[in-house]
C-alpha cells in the first residue's frame, strides 16, 4: 500500500467501501451528479434490526490498497456501483463486458456489485435484473437511492455471514492465517504446527473479527475481540497485527465516546451499535456532549463497557500502535493514517501540543517516491491538521511548501493558479489580511519579514497568471503595509517594479473578485505620502462672508419664540461640534492645507491630488506636487470650487502615486489631526477687486491693528499736504454688486492729528450701482495730513534778534524773547543727526479703508463681505512754527499775531497768509512772518462752579474749548506754503500752538466798555464773534482809535462810562480809577499832572452789578488847565469781583485827549 488516504478519521474503521465508478465514456458533470445522489446514502439501517450500516464511498481507489483489506477490512473493497452511458442496443453487450471487466479489479474482496445503464430503452431495458438498472436519462432516475439502500441490504447480508463464520471458528487448526502483501514471503517454510503459530492466527482472526463486528454495527463485540486480540497477538510478539488490533480498539472507543464523529465533516454521523444500552444510546446525543465532545459521565459508560478506553487510554493506545508501525518500513501508509487519526481525536479534546507531536511524526514518515500531485496533497493535509489544533503559522507554512510545489522546477506546466489560491490560504496563519484597513489598527502584527516575503510570492504567481492588476494590487499593498519594514534599496526596487507594472494596468480603486476566491479590497496608497494634519482653511479676508447681525443675534434661531431655549443650544452645540466655525461661498475657490511627509529616500512624485467630498456638488482642482526625499513636514493645498450650496463634508483626498489611483479617506488615517472636516456653503456673493492710483507699499501695517487687507499703499506727503486717491471697483466676480458702504479707521498712533485724515463723497459712486460682473466704478477719497507744527526742540538753535527777518511791519513787541545773538549766518543749520527730511522726522500715518459689499442670492441671504484697503503714509515735515507772541495794535479790536516760521524742506519755500505778501525761505531758514488779524469773538462756555458742576465730565469741554478755538483761528489765518520746484502746495495749522496767553490777547473781552467825553463817546468792546466787530473809541459816532479827541482847555469835560454785558454771566459791581498822565514817546511816562488836570469831583467810579445783556453807567468831570496831548488810563480797583474775571476783560484802551486853547 503506498497511497495514503489523509482524509480518513477514526470512525472510518465501522464503514463499508464502496467504489463508484463510470464505464465508458461518462460526462463529469453527470457522473457526480449520480455520485453525489449515491453518497448521499451513507447511513442505513438494517431491516428488523436496531443496528445501522455505514458505507463510505470513493470514486477512485488504488487496487493495491484493496490487498490490505484484511489487515484492516475498511480498506477492502466490499461493493461496487458502475455509472455507464448506453444509447442502442448493439453497443450494449460491449458495455455489458466492460462492467465486468471492472469488476475483476476488486473482483477478491467484492460482495455485491451494480450497474446504472442511462440511455438505453427497449427490451432489453425492461429485462428484470439484480446487478443493472437501466434509467432513460439523468434526469428521470428517481429510484437512484432506492436501489443503494437495497444495495448496503445485500452487502449487510454479505457481510453478516462473514462475520458469523469467522466468529465461529473455534478449532487452532482450522483458522488460516491472515497476512498483508509483504509478509507472504515471510512466512514460507514456518511450522504451522506450532504454538506460536497458532497464537498469532488466532490473534490475527479475532483481530479480523472485530472489524467486521465493528463494520456490522456490533460496537459492544468488537471491544471483546479486540482485546483477546491484542492478548493473543502481545503474547506472540506480533506488532504489526497488535499496532492493528490496538488501532481497532482505539477507533471502537472514539466511536463510543464521540458519536458525533471526528473527522469534522458536514452531517456528520451517528453510530450506534445495537450492542449498546439503551441509556447509553441516549447519552449520545450531540446535546449531551461537553465543551470538548467527551461524553460528560464516561466512568458509567465504561463501566457498563468495561472494554472500552478512556479518552487518555486512546491516545495512550495510538501511540503504542503507531510505534508498532514504525518497526515496518512497508506499513508507513499505515503509521501515516494512524497518526492522522489520532491527531483528529486529540483535536476534538483540545490537546494541541500532543496533536503537534504526532504530527511531527507524521511529517518524517517516508513513503515511497511520491508524485508532485500527491506531495501537494500531502502538505495541503498536514497545513489543515494543524489549523485544526489552532497551530496556524505551522499551517500557513506546509500550505505554502504546497503552493510552491505547484510550480515546481519538475511540472511541465506549472500550475500558478492553483499556487496563487494556496498562498492566498496561508495569510491568515501569517497574520496577514489582504485589507489594508486591519494594518491602521494599533501595532503591527506577525512577521514582516515572512510577510513581504509571502507577498512577493503572491506577486510573481500573479503576474505568470497574467493578471497585471493583480500583480498591483499586491505589490500596492506590499508598499502600503510594510513601508517601515523596508529597507532604502527595497523601497526603490519596489517601487520601481510598481511603475513598470501600472504602465500596462493602471491600479484602481475597484474590488478585484478573483474566480472562487475572495474579493481583494482597494489599497489607497495612504503614506506616499503621509498625512500628519488636515486643516480646511478660512476664505481670505478680503472674500470671507458675514452675517448681518440680527435683533436676536446670530446664536439664537429665529424660528423658536422664545429668546433662550435648552434644547435648541444644546442641538446648536452638536452641530458647532460637527461643523467649522466659517463659511465657504458657492463658486469661490476654497482650500484645504494638509502636512505631507516624504518617507520614501528618493523625491517622490504625487500627481493628480485632489479633494473627496460629500454632502455639495464640488469640482475639485486637482495638483501636482514633489516632495524631495526624507522630506519633512510639507504644507500642500488642495483647491476645489462647491457649486451648490449646503453642508459640505471634506472626506479625504485622492491621489496618483506611481501610476496607482488612490482614494485616501480621513476616516482610515489614525495619525490624522483635523479640526473638523464640515463646513457650511453660503449661496453666492459678488467679489470686488481694488486697483489704485498710488503705488502698492512693500510696508505691512501694525499687527495689532486686527484687521487683515488684501492691498497697501503707500504715499509720502509733506505737513499739511493733500493728496487724492483714485479707486478703481472692478466686479470680478459673477454676481452683481448691489450694496457698497466704506468706512475709514485710523490706526493707532502717537501723531495727533487735525481735521479729517480720510474724506470722500459716496454718491456719485452708487450712481453707477448695481455693478454688473465686469463693470468698474470709480471712487475718489482725499488723504490730507495735518500734523503738529510745533517745532522740536532738537531742530533748531536758538535765533538771535539781528537774524529775524519781519515780514508786514516794523517790529516792537514786548513780548518778543531775548536769545542769543547768532555770529555766522542767518541760515539755521541743523546738527548732525538731526538734517532736514532726516527719516526719524518722517512720521508714518497708518489707515484702513473698508469696503462692505453685498449683491446676488448671499445679498438674500443677509451676507455681505468686507474688503480692506491699508494706507501707509509717510508725512515729512513742510514747516515749523517755532515761536508764536502777539503784539497789540493800534485798534483795540486788533492785534498783531507774529510766526517765526522755519523751512525744514531740502527745497526753497514760500508761507503767505490770508492778505500778507509770499514769505520766502531756503532751506533749513527760519524768518519771522506778522500777520495782523481781528480780535475773535469766541463762543461762551460755562465758567461758574455752579454750572461747571452740571458737566457729568468736564474734562472733555476743557479740551474741547481750545481745539474749537484754534480751528477757528486758523481758518481765518489761512496759511500756505509752496514748495515751487516740486509743484507742492499745502496748508501751514497754527492749531495746537497756541497757549492760553495768546488766544486771551486774541480775544475780544466780551464786556463792553464805552466812555463819553462832552460830546464825545469812547467805547471798548470784546466779544466773541469776529464777525460783529465795532470800533474801541467813538466821537460823535465816528471811530477816534487812531485820532485824539479834542477839547478846550478850561472847558470841563463831562466823562460817561458805559459797560455793556455780553457774556453769559453777571458781572460787577467794579471801582473804576481814571489816572491822566502823558507819554513822552520816550518809553517814559508823566503820572503827576496834579497842576494840569483837574478832577470836578471824585476821581473814582463806581459802577452796579451788570445782568448778561445788560448796561451800567457811571458819571465824573475832568478839566484840563494846560494845553497838549493827555492820556486817560481808566484803572480797575483789585476787589473780588475783578478777582474772578479775566484780566483781558478790563483791558480799556487809553483815551487820547489833546487840549487846545481857548478862542479868544
Known amino acids: 500500500m503506498s497511497v495514503p488516504d489523509y482524509m480518513q478519521c477514526a470512525e472510518d474503521h465501522q464503514t463499508l467501501l464502496v467504489v463508484v465508478q463510470p464505464v465508458g465514456i461518462v460526462s463529469e458533470e453527470n457522473f457526480f451528479k449520480i455520485y453525489k445522489r449515491i453518497s448521499s446514502v451513507s447511513q442505513v439501517s438494517v431491516r428488523d434490526s436496531q443496528r445501522v450500516l455505514c458505507i463510505r464511498y470513493r470514486h477512485h481507489y488504488p487496487p493495491e490498497n484493496n490487498e490490505w483489506g484484511d489487515f484492516q477490512t475498511h480498506r477492502k473493497v466490499v461493493g461496487l456501483i458502475t455509472i455507464t452511458d448506453c444509447f442502442s442496443a448493439k453497443d450494449w453487450p460491449q458495455t455489458f463486458e466492460k462492467f465486468h471487466v471492472q469488476k475483476e479489479i476488486y473482483g477478491s474482496t467484492l460482495y455485491d456489485s451494480r450497474l446504472f445503464v442511462f440511455g438505453l430503452r427497449g427490451e432489453i431495458a425492461e429485462q428484470p435484473r439484480t446487478d443493472v438498472t437501466f434509467y432513460p436519462d439523468y434526469e428521470d432516475c428517481q429510484t437512484v437511492e432506492k436501489r443503494i439502500e437495497d444495495f448496503v441490504e445485500s452487502l449487510f447480508i454479505v457481510l453478516e455471514s462473514k462475520r458469523l463464520d469467522r466468529a465461529a471458528d473455534k478449532s487452532g487448526d482450522k483458522i488460516p492465517l491472515l497476512c498483508v502483501p509483504f509478509e507472504k514471503k515471510d512466512f514460507v517454510g514456518l511450522d504451522t504446527d506450532s504454538r506460536h503459530y497458532k497464537k498469532r492466527c488466532q490473534g490475527r482472526m479475532r483481530k479480523h473479527v472485530g472489524d467486521l463486528c465493528l463494520q456490522a454495527g456490533m460496537l459492544q463485540d468488537s471491544f471483546v475481540h479486540y482485546h483477546m486480540s491484542v492478548e493473543l497477538l502481545r503474547s506472540v510478539n506480533d506488532f504489526l497485527w497488535l499496532g492493528a488490533a490496538l488501532e481497532g480498539l482505539c477507533s471502537a472507543s472514539v466511536i463510543y465516546h464521540y458519536p458525533g464523529g471526528t473527522g469534522g465533516r458536514t452531517g456528520a454521523r451517528r453510530f450506534q451499535g445495537s450492542s449498546l444500552p439503551a441509556e447509553a444510546a441516549n447519552r449520545h446525543r450531540p446535546g449531551a456532549l461537553t465543551t470538548n465532545g467527551i461524553n460528560p459521565d464516561t466512568s458509567s459508560e465504561i463501566g457498563r463497557a468495561k472494554n472500552c478506553l478512556s479518552p487518555e487510554d486512546i491516545i495512550d493506545k495510538y501511540k503504542e500502535a503507531i510505534s508498532y508501525y514504525s518497526k515496518y518500513k512497508s506499513a508507513g501508509v499505515v503509521e501515516l493514517e494512524a497518526c492522522v487519526k489520532a491527531v483528529r481525536v486529540l483535536a476534538i479534546q483540545k490537546r494541541s501540543m500532543e496533536a503537534s507531536e504526532f504530527l511531527q511524526n507524521a511529517v518524517y514518515i517516508n513513503l515511497r517516491q511520491l ?154 496608497l495612504t503614506k506616499l505620502p503621509i498625512v500628519r494634519h488636515v486643516k480646511l482653511l478660512n476664505l481670505p479676508a478680503s472674500l470671507r462672508p458675514q452675517k448681518m447681525k440680527s435683533l436676536l443675534g446670530q446664536n439664537v434661531s429665529t424660528k423658536s419664540p422664545f429668546i433662550y431655549s435648552p434644547i435648541i443650544a444644546h442641538n446648536r452645540g452638536e452641530e458647532r461640534n460637527k461643523k467649522i466655525d466659517f463659511q465657504w461661498v458657492q463658486g469661490d475657490v476654497c482650500e484645504v492645507q494638509l502636512m505631507v511627509y516624504n518617507p520614501m529616500p528618493f523625491e517622490l512624485r504625487v500627481e493628480n491630488m485632489g479633494l473627496l467630498t460629500s454632502g455639495v456638488e464640488f469640482e475639485s482642482l486637482p495638483a501636482a506636487l514633489s516632495l524631495p526625499a526624507e522630506s519633512g513636514l510639507y504644507p500642500v493645498t488642495l483647491v476645489g470650487v462647491p457649486q451648490t450650496t449646503g453642508t459640505i463634508t471634506v472626506n479625504g483626498y485622492h491621489t496618483t502615486v506611481f501610476g496607482v489611483f488612490s482614494d485616501c479617506l480621513l476616516d482610515n ?98 450712481a453707477q450701482f448695481p455693478l454688473q460682473p465686469g463693470k468698474v466704478a470709480t471712487f475718489v477719497v482725499n488723504i490730507k495730513v495735518k500734523l503738529d507744527f510745533s517745532c522740536q526742540e532738537n531742530l533748531l538753535q536758538d535765533l538771535s534778534d539781528d537774524g529775524i527777518s519781519v515780514s508786514g511791519f516794523p517790529l516792537c513787541s514786548p513780548f518778543r524773547q531775548v536769545v542769543r545773538p547768532r555770529v555766522e549766518s542767518k541760515s539755521v543749520n541743523p546738527p548732525e543727526g538731526s538734517k532736514p527730511g532726516d527719516s526719524s522726522h518722517v512720521k508714518t500715518l497708518e489707515a484702513i479703508l473698508n469696503f462692505k459689499y453685498s449683491g446676488g442670492p448671499g445679498h438674500v441671504e443677509g451676507y455681505y463681505r468686507n474688503l480692506s ?93 481750545p481745539e474749537a478755538r484754534g480751528l477757528e483761528i486758523d481758518s481765518k489765518l489761512d496759511v500756505h506754503w509752496r514748495i515751487p520746484s516740486l509743484k507742492r502746495t499745502g496748508e501751514a495749522s497754527v492749531e495746537g500752538l497756541l497757549n492760553q496767553l495768546v488766544l486771551e490777547h486774541l480775544q475780544l473781552a466780551p464786556l463792553q466798555w464805552a466812555g463819553e467825553l462832552c460830546n464825545m463817546t469812547c467805547a471798548a468792546l470784546w466779544r466773541m464773534r469776529i464777525a460783529a466787530r465795532r470800533p474801541d473809541v467813538l466821537v460823535d459816532g465816528q471811530p477816534c482809535d487812531c485820532e485824539a479827541a479834542a477839547c478846550r482847555v478850561g472847558d470841563p469835560v463831562r466823562l460817561e462810562v458805559r459797560l455793556t454785558n455780553r457774556s453769559p454771566r453777571s458781572v460787577g459791581p467794579f471801582a473804576l480809577t481814571v489816572a491822566p498822565f502823558q507819554d513822552h514817546q520816550n518809553g517814559a511816562r508823566n503820572y503827576d499832572l496834579h497842576g494840569a488836570v483837574s478832577f470836578v469831583g471824585s476821581g473814582t467810579l463806581h459802577l452796579d452789578a451788570v445782568q448778561p445783556a445788560g448796561q451800567s453807567a457811571c458819571l465824573g468831570a475832568l478839566l484840563f488847565l494846560y494845553t497838549g496831548d493827555f492820556f486817560l488810563h481808566i484803572r480797575f480797583h483789585q476787589d473780588s469781583a475783578s478777582k474772578e474775571l479775566p484780566p483781558s476783560w478790563f483791558c480799556l484802551p487809553s483815551v487820547h485827549v489833546r487840549a487846545l486853547e481857548a478862542p479868544a
Not at 672 to 701: C, D, F, M, N, W
Open 371 to 524: 508524485s508532485e500531485e500527491e506531495k501537494i496533497q500531502r502538505y495541503s493535509i498536514l497545513s489543515e491538521l494543524y489549523e485544526l489544533i489552532g497551530f496556524h503559522r505551522k499551517s500557513a507554512f506546509f500550505k505554502r511548501v504546497a503552493a510552491m510545489q505547484c510550480v515546481a522546477p519538475s511540472i511541465s506546466e506549472p500550475g500558478w493558479r492553483a499556487c496563487y489560491k494556496l498562498l492566498l490560504e496561508t495569510l491568515p496563519g501569517y497574520s496577514l489580511s489582504l485589507d489594508p484597513k486591519d494594518f491602521s489598527k494599533g501595532t503591527h502584527r506577525g512577521w514582516a519579514a515572512v510577510q513581504m516575503r509571502l507577498l512577493h510570492e503572491l506577486v510573481y504567481a500573479s503576474r505568470r497568471m497574467g493578471n497585471p492588476a493583480l500583480s498591483v494590487r499586491h505589490l500596492s499593498f506590499l508598499l502600503q503595509t510594510m513601508l517601515d519594514f523596508l529597507s532604502d534599496q527595497e523601497k526603490k526596487d519596489v517601487t520601481q517594479s510598481l511603475e513598470n507594472y501600472t504602465c500596462k494596468c493602471p491600479g484602481t480603486m475597484e474590488v478585484l473578485t478573483l474566480p472562487g476566491g475572495p474579493a481583494l479590497p482597494p489599497v489607497p
Open 669 to 766: 488615517l489614525p495619525g490624522v489631526k483635523t479640526s473638523g472636516s464640515a463646513v457650511e456653503v453660503i449661496p453666492a456673493l459678488p467679489r470686488l477687486q481694488i486697483s489704485t492710483s498710488l503705488p502698492r507699499s512693500a510696508h505691512s501695517l501694525q499687527p495689532s491693528c486686527g484687521d487683515e487687507t488684501s492691498t497697501n499703499v503707500s504715499v509720502q506727503l509733506y505737513n499739511g499736504e493733500t493728496q487724492q486717491l483714485v479707486i478703481q471697483l472692478e466686479n470680478i466676480g459673477m454676481e452683481p454688486l448691489e450694496k457698497l458702504e466704506v468706512t475709514s479707521k485710523i490706526l493707532t498712533t502717537k501723531e495727533k492729528l487735525y481735521g479729517d485724515f480720510l474724506s470722500w463723497s459716496l454718491e456719485e459712486t452708487l
Open 869 to 961: 484697503l491699508g494706507l501707509h503714509v509717510e508725512a515729512e515735515p513742510s514747516v515749523f512754527f517755532t515761536r508764536v507772541s502777539t503784539l497789540p495794535a493800534t485798534s483795540s479790536r486788533q492785534c498783531h499775531l507774529l510766526l517765526d516760521v522755519f523751512n525744514s524742506t531740502e527745497h526753497e519755500l514760500t508761507v503767505s497768509a490770508r492778505g500778507n505778501e509770499e514769505l520766502v525761505l531756503h532751506a533749513g531758514e527760519c524768518q519771522r512772518m506778522a500777520i495782523q488779524v481781528d480780535k475773535f469773538s469766541f463762543e461762551s462756555f460755562p465758567e461758574s462752579p455752579g454750572e461747571k458742576g452740571q458737566l457729568a465730565n468736564p474734562k472733555p469741554l476743557e479740551e474741547e474749548r
